[in-house]
């Protein structure tokens, strides 16, 4: 055994492969000996010995269950996957959570030829601080950040855990939580997700989706100029034509209007040809009527007009509003939802609608959360001192 040997293998879940370098020369194995015990853990998603000691071991909280949903695309695949709960903590005494769960969900897609391949939902919080009222994750409050080893381990049980093997070929930071307010991990994931021993998917096929914190997305700014990172999406939750109905639906906006959410989003480094993505949940009532699609498209002019010619700098994706449990409002109609979409071409936007995938699921976007844990009282309701809720 060598004199430096772990007395518990190392995780690599939460390192890149510079990092675990680091910790396993430490204990005595050699940068080559790092390398093949990290491409392993993460191609064939078993741990790695040397000389009779397994020294690196991949520790992903189990699969609790799994959900299946059939779709023209193929399967989309709700997982709940277990992390350590906040026993022992002020926060347990209050609300008493020993284990918790996250969710994540696998979308399918086909692509031109035919072939499919999977979009990860991940997330990056246990709950959720800022209560949009169209969601299911705020219904539980917010519990924890997640850790990077934790983001990842949701990578890594949809492609070496659950019942069948999933080609991933996106992700997307679109589960439970707002990234932003997770940024140091999220980041980290990322680096870890992006490591062409790793995970190796590329910065282009891993999206942020935010729902517009303007100090984030000026830190995301300065990550993207990082060389690799250029092309990493970042997706605004915009969900509203104007600040009165951005504020009644997500708190947030009374902290940042969408004035200086804009502002922000025009000095965003994109590449040569990037777009910014606005998700827009078309609600019946709340924000769908013909002059929201005017307004949104006055609001979006300053990225550009889509013509035969011209390819604005922003893509708003449509979607229909999937009920959240005890929901006040019903999901939007075919009808409802083409004619919105419609008129926002009309008006230049360049836009898509997304068709929502994992209804029955309640897998979609804002609607994940823990049966268990989301009928608890909401916790933190503050951002920075400002009232949210
Ligand atoms: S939509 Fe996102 S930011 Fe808003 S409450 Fe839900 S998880 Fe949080």
């Known amino acids: 055994m060598d004199s430096g040997t772990p007395l518990i293998p190392i995780d690599p879940l939460g390192l890149t492969l510079a990092r675990f370098e680091c910790l396993a020369q430490s ?15 993460f191609r064939e998603g078993s741990g ?97 950040n997640l850790t990077p080893a934790e983001i990842v381990a949701q990578w890594f049980a949809a492609r070496h855990l659950l019942d069948r093997r999933y080609e991933i070929r996106n992700l997307v930071f679109m589960g439970m939580g707002e990234p932003m307010d997770n940024l140091d991990a999220v980041l980290e994931a990322i680096r870890i997700f992006c490591d062409n021993n790793g995970p190796a998917l590329g910065a282009s096929n891993i999206t942020v989706s935010t729902v517009g914190r303007i100090d984030g997305i000026g830190r995301l700014a300065s990550f993207v100029t990082e060389p690799g990172y250029r092309r990493l999406g970042l997706s605004v939750s915009i969900n509203a034509p104007n600040d009165e109905i951005r504020s009644q639906i997500m708190p947030i906006n009374r902290a940042m209007p969408m004035d200086a959410l804009r502002s922000a989003l025009l000095e965003y480094p994109l590449r040569p040809g990037g777009k910014i993505c606005f998700e827009y949940v078309l609600i019946p009532g709340i924000n769908d009527a013909p002059a929201h699609a005017d307004e949104l498209a006055e609001y979006l002019a300053p990225f550009g007009k889509w013509t035969r010619a011209t390819m604005p700098r922003a893509l708003v994706n449509v979607i229909p509003y999937n009920p959240r449990r005890n929901s006040p409002w019903p999901a939007p109609s075919e009808t409802q939802v083409n004619e919105f979409v419609h008129r926002l071409a009309q008006l230049g936007v360049y836009v898509k609608r997304r068709r929502t995938k994992g209804r029955t699921l309640m897998g979609a976007c804002g609607q994940l959360g823990v049966e268990q844990i989301r009928s608890r009282r909401r916790i933190m309701p503050s951002l920075g001192g400002v009232p949210i809720a």
Not at 27 to 41: F, H, I, K, N, T
Not at 70 to 84: N, S, Y
Not at 99 to 122: A, D, N
């Open 48 to 144: 790695h010995t040397t000389r009779g000691q397994e020294w690196a071991r991949p520790s992903p909280g189990p699969i609790q269950s799994q959900l299946v949903e059939d779709t023209p695309e193929g399967p989309t695949v709700k997982f709940l996957q277990r992390v350590a709960g906040v026993a022992g903590t002020p926060l347990a005494d209050r609300i008493g959570l020993e284990e918790l769960s996250v969710e994540s969900v696998l979308i399918p897609m086909i692509g031109r030829l035919g072939q499919r391949s999977y979009t990860l939902c991940v997330s990056s919080q246990v709950g959720c601080a800022l209560g949009c009222a169209f969601c299911e994750t705020a219904q539980m409050g917010f519990i924890r």
């Open 27 to 41: 204990a005595g194995y050699s940068p080559d000996q790092a390398l093949q015990a990290y491409r392993r853990v």
